[in-house]
């Protein structure tokens, strides 16, 4: 990368969707017009080369996406809607090349497209260590509706709004196989769903307008580590009842083990989870149908102190396992 500002030039957006973007990339910090009788939602994620990605199982352009992807979830699980983003990016002197780097745009680019978020700011610096690339995402909501992990309470219904699983489904023959792991087509959604994970805007914006009580979480360190946070927010205890889990019929053939560390413990799934009253659970199904979106019943809510059990066969079993942690 030969010159800074001429590389942060050829990565910027042309033109902003958003006309209250008063300020964008090219000034000392970024200006915009926050719109009346809405809150503003503010989240940062960081991956680091090594840690949450090698070249080895996520290419490029995959990185890029997969950034942007994990921020815009968190602003899924506020019930929120996502409007603009920064970037900073601290590359090494060595081992990207400067069309490598310009793919990391292009995935964010994509993504961005898609949700109509502008980029409106970042920084590019040099490192001697690892890739590192941080995403900080601000959004809104319509005030008095977002939603929060500490809305649970007893004889709530737990659900979920898709399949856990298949991203560490796809991580795991990804370190497998490598990248050739693609040229299997069954293994495509799997590794599309570790590579390129789709936030859940739609739903929670939709969970947000529906008006009733919820307590929600994104699952991105495992389906029982968010339930426990959950019921650590919320005071109560959380049953994840293990035949209602929608899973996929290719896992049915591993152990049951490998089925619970995917499904339960495997993260990055980028689903929502949530609590509703049994009351609203009814309307709230069938408003998700009547979308075309899925929502499962997968549990429920019981008095207790912040603790997950997975419920099989009658019989509930303390979730002592943890999800993903950096310390």
Request: hydrophobic letters at 35%.
């Amino acid at each position: 990368m030969n010159n800074e500002f001429e590389w942060i030039k050829s990565v910027s957006q042309p033109s902003y969707r958003h006309s209250s973007v008063k300020v964008g990339v090219g000034d000392d910090a970024a200006i915009y017009e926050p719109q009346k009788g809405y809150e503003q939602v503010v989240t940062v994620d960081t991956m680091v080369e090594g840690v949450h990605f090698k070249k080895e199982t996520v290419p490029a352009k995959a990185t890029g996406y997969k950034a942007l992807a994990v921020n815009l979830s968190d602003i899924a699980a506020m019930g929120g809607r996502p409007l603009y983003y920064l970037v900073s990016i601290a590359v090494p002197k060595r081992g990207w090349t400067q069309e490598e780097l310009r793919e990391i745009y292009e995935g964010m680019h994509e993504l961005s497209e898609k949700w109509h978020v502008d980029l409106i700011g970042g920084d590019t610096v040099s490192t001697d260590d690892a890739l590192v690339i941080t995403v900080t995402v601000i959004g809104e909501i319509k005030s008095g509706r977002r939603l929060l992990r500490s809305n649970a309470k007893a004889g709530d219904v737990l659900f979920i709004t898709g399949a856990a699983g298949s991203s560490a489904y796809g991580l795991e023959k990804l370190l497998e196989q490598g990248l050739k792991a693609a040229d299997d087509p069954s293994l495509k959604p799997f590794l599309k769903a570790h590579q390129e994970p789709e936030p859940q805007l739609q739903a929670g914006m939709l969970l947000a307008e529906a008006g009733c009580r919820l307590s929600l979480n994104d699952v991105s360190d495992g389906l029982a580590h968010e339930a426990k946070e959950i019921a650590e927010a919320s005071g109560i205890d959380v049953i994840i009842d293990w035949n209602r889990l929608p899973i996929h019929e290719s896992f049915k053939e591993y152990s049951l083990e490998k089925q619970e560390s995917w499904v339960l413990y495997g993260g990055e799934d980028f689903q929502l989870t949530g609590t509703v009253s049994p009351e609203d659970w009814e309307s709230l199904s069938r408003l998700f149908s009547s979308k075309g979106l899925p929502l499962f019943r997968i549990g429920s809510v019981e008095p207790g102190s912040g603790k997950v059990y997975i419920e099989r066969e009658g019989k509930k079993i303390l979730a002592d396992k943890q999800g993903y942690h950096h310390f």
